[in-house]
């Protein structure tokens, strides 16, 4: 749980080699730019992405992409992704989040 630790700049693209990480909860810090979907795509074993209250932006479309394929074989893939995706202009598009805020 790395919420509310005051965390300020951009997801590295170092995110990608947490493989076996299954919760990242970033909520409510500092985080900027856009979202890394591509960097989070090789983290096939993750339940919980939880991103709210951050100034993330862009595209999760790619992870939503391969959800059910991945659910195949690790069936609570992506069960719980939640990020600031609500409103007329959401922050990061997400078709496939549990909880838009």
């Known amino acids: 749980d790395l919420n509310s630790n005051k965390f300020i700049g951009t997801l590295p693209s170092e995110i990608r080699?947490?493989?076996n990480i299954k919760f990242l909860q970033l909520?409510?810090?500092y985080l900027t730019g856009s979202l890394p979907a591509k960097d989070i795509l090789p983290l096939k074993n993750i339940f919980a992405l939880t991103l709210e209250s951050?100034?993330?932006?862009?595209s999760a479309e790619v992870l939503?992409?391969?959800l059910n394929e991945r659910r195949k074989n690790y069936t609570i893939y992506l069960q719980f992704f939640q990020t600031d995706?609500?409103?007329?202009?959401p922050e990061v598009y997400c078709p496939c989040c549990s909880k838009c805020i």
């Open 17 to 19: 080699n947490l493989v």
């Open 85 to 89: 995706c609500a409103g007329e202009l």
């Open 54 to 58: 951050n100034e993330l932006t862009g």
């Open 27 to 29: 909520d409510f810090n």
């Open 64 to 66: 939503c992409d391969v």
